[in-house]
């Protein structure tokens, strides 16, 4: 059986799922405030601004020129997230348009997008880059367009641009940690792009199903740190039935998993900690996808998969129809996306939560959460006009998209109740605090950062001879990498 799930998310859906990290401080800040304490501190005290913060400057009308993703599959949100022309009732796009006026008179410059498709992007930027024109300021596209850029040169190191501080909290700290290699940084998530993490992986649960086959205390499990993957594997097994008693699984029937092989083999062997690199200090690096728990988690989860209790599907044109599926009551658990719970499941006749991807095991230190490859991230040319201009600006949009934009994200995510209890609330903050931007993964060779899923796709266990075809190619790609990360070696 094989199906897999596109992403055509509705205009204000996806950014206002996505953005909303975790409740009380963006994804990888150092506090853990509960979202009532969040909108308790927004009533309290005034953000500190970025004028305040930065000082005083004024570049005489300048233009600042964001690239943006045309991107189908994400509607017209790339335009709408960094630019809108004016103020429409709506909280997000009205908490945008007062940023860009906030910046644009503090700092005297205009603030402008333009859309291109991944290909144009790369086309354009690099042509730019060698014409020396300075034409773009901030670049914002798919996430192998962006590696790309890097390898081609045409990215600044973040720790070379003026005013600009990736260690503070406006940035994703994740991200800083993850990509940050040998003093060099080329690539990084904030608010700006409010629908950063927008496919970022998720497990829902149906309530109804959870009662009707007596399973209960899941977010406990969670929050005691026993959502393991054998725990989460057992209670999926107890539910499957064919409901129209035709003598064949198919998607008319009920499971207690639909799940794509990439939200089951790729996310799911990541929330347990699988990795394809491991980089040293020095510049050296290791393949790591051929290791015995890794092989482990390939066998725990096609054990699953090949299940009658599961519903995998292959085929990406077919991927929305599995949600579909779990918004028709016809499965307990749904491997999906943060966004699929305002694209299909705002009306939903049985009640849903949210959980993490489950742990290895008991002893894994915490909840890993996966970015999917459809997202983006941000850079900064090479090259730009003046750079102080650039780095301000950019620094300053940081700073107001974290103190507005991100508070008007997670209120409109909670007022719309598209999640629909307070537990799952918590476990909201649980999947954005472990969000994960492995560098292995952002600068990723496909068929071996992705094996594990390629292989619960076709049901094969056979890890390590497979990998070990793989390396060769996956070596000399590594190794052209980490040589942009350590000239000197």
């Known amino acids: 059986m094989s199906m897999k799930h596109k992403f055509p998310l509705l205009l204000i859906a996806a950014g206002l799922i996505l953005s909303s990290c975790q409740s009380g401080e963006p994804s990888g800040s150092d506090t853990s405030t509960t979202s009532a304490d969040t909108s308790t501190a927004a009533e309290e005290t005034e953000p500190t601004s970025s004028l305040e913060l930065l000082g005083e400057y004024d570049f005489g009308g300048e233009t ?9 599959k994400l509607g017209d949100l790339p335009s709408y997230e960094f630019v809108t022309d004016s103020e429409n009732g709506d909280l997000v796009n009205d908490t945008v348009y007062k940023r860009n006026r906030i910046v644009e008179d503090q700092y005297n410059v205009t603030i402008e997008c ?19 024109d300075g034409a773009y300021d901030l670049v914002w596209s798919h996430i192998n367009t962006m590696t790309s850029m890097v390898m081609k040169d045409l990215l600044a190191n973040y720790y070379d641009m003026p ?3 990736i260690t503070k909290p406006w940035w994703n700290q994740l991200a800083t940690e993850s990509l940050t290699l040998n003093g060099r940084c080329y690539l990084q998530m904030n608010y700006i792009p409010f629908t950063g993490v927008m496919l970022s992986h998720c497990l829902y649960f149906n309530k109804n199903l959870a009662e009707e086959y007596s399973i209960s205390d899941l977010y406990s499990l969670v ?16 539910v499957s039935q064919d409901l129209n008693g035709d003598g064949k699984y198919d998607e008319n029937d009920l ?13 799911f062997s990541i929330a347990m900690g699988t990795k394809p690199l491991k980089v040293n200090d020095d510049g050296s690096f290791e393949l790591t996808m051929s290791s015995e728990r890794n092989q482990n988690i390939l066998e725990m989860i096609n054990s699953l998969t090949s299940d009658s209790a599961t519903y995998l599907i292959t085929d990406t044109s077919l991927e929305n129809d599995l949600a579909k599926l779990f918004a028709e009551g016809r499965a307990l658990f749904y491997s999906g996306f943060l966004t699929d719970s305002y694209q299909f499941f705002r009306d939903m006749d049985d009640d849903f939560g949210l959980l993490p991807f489950p742990k290895y095991d008991a002893s894994q230190e915490s909840y890993i959460t996966t970015v999917t490859g459809g997202t983006g991230l941000l850079g900064i040319p090479k090259y730009v006009e003046n750079p102080e201009m650039v ?20 209120e409109t995510v909670f007022n719309e109740k598209l999640l629909r ?14 969000l994960e931007i492995d560098f292995g993964r952002t600068f990723k060779y496909t068929a071996y950062s992705d094996l594990i899923g390629d292989l619960v796709a076709k049901g094969s266990t056979d890890l ?9 190619a996956a070596e000399k790609h590594y190794s052209d990498v980490i040589e942009l990360f350590y000239p000197e070696n």
């Not at 991944?118 to 042509?127: D, L």
């Open 223 to 238: 929050q005691n740190d026993e959502w393991t993957f054998d725990r989460f594997s057992e209670l999926a097994k107890q």
């Open 391 to 410: 780095g301000a600006v950019t620094e300053a949009l940081a700073i107001e998209s974290y103190n507005y934009v991100y508070p008007a994200i997670y």
């Open 255 to 267: 499971y207690g998993l639909a799940a794509s092989h990439g939200t089951s083999g790729v996310a």
């Open 163 to 165: 005013v600009i501080d």
């Open 64 to 72: 600042y020129t964001i690239v943006g993703r045309e991107y189908a």
């Open 114 to 132: 333009i859309q291109y498709d991944n290909n144009t992007a790369m086309n354009n930027v690099q042509k730019s880059q060698m014409a020396g």
């Open 464 to 472: 390590a001879s497979s990998a070990a075809a793989l390396e060769p």
């Open 421 to 434: 209890d307070d537990e799952s609330r918590e476990m909201f903050d649980i999947l954005m605090n472990g």
